[in-house]
């Protein structure tokens, strides 16, 4: 069976902290798998915030999220702080991704670890535009490595 495994960066140059609320808590009494996007969302908004932008206008076109992979590492739960950092990683024409890693703030157990595809948009006439090349240099300083590896759980053959 295929999995996913997401590698971050050895450094962030961005971090915010997020409080998990009740209504993050599913009926198993942790953060509902569902809600971690919603924070990742929330981090987010503050990244472009705190280069400048929202996430419907970057430099006159806006964004959207075209992928998500994720990995849970541990429970979080009502009341814990969490500490998500994030960088952008792959710079492409129209695009990045978005490397981000979830830490429970006091003890530094990792939460949940991921990438999120961004692709830029003209809403007005609806098409995926190029990344304006004033965020690329912008994001230059949060460049990290590939984030998305795909490992395949199969039996190794026997070398011929």
């Given at each position: 069976m295929a999995r996913i495994q997401i590698r971050l960066p050895s450094q962030f140059a961005f971090?915010?902290?997020?409080?998990?609320?009740?209504?993050?808590?599913?009926?198993?009494?942790?953060?509902?798998?569902a809600l971690l996007l919603s924070?990742?969302?929330?981090?987010?908004?503050?990244?472009?915030?705190?280069?400048?932008?929202?996430?419907?206008?970057v430099e006159g076109v806006g964004i959207v999220v075209s992928d998500a992979a994720l990995q849970y590492r541990s429970e979080a739960?009502?009341?814990?702080?969490?500490v998500l950092r994030m960088g952008a990683a792959d710079l492409g024409r129209k695009g990045f991704d978005m490397v981000w890693s979830m830490n429970e703030k006091s003890t530094q157990r990792e939460v949940a670890r991921g990438k999120t595809g961004i692709?830029?948009?003209d809403y007005e006439t609806r098409k995926v535009v190029p990344m304006p090349d004033a965020?690329?240099?912008k994001l230059a300083r949060f460049d990290a490595p590939s984030a998305l590896l795909l490992a395949v759980d199969e039996p190794q053959g026997v070398p011929a």
């Open positions: 971090s915010t902290d997020l409080t998990l609320y009740q209504s993050h808590i599913n009926y198993g009494g942790h953060l509902d798998n924070l990742v969302s929330e981090a987010r908004v503050r990244f472009f915030k705190l280069l400048g932008y929202t996430e419907l206008n739960f009502h009341g814990e702080v969490m692709v830029f948009f965020l690329r240099d």
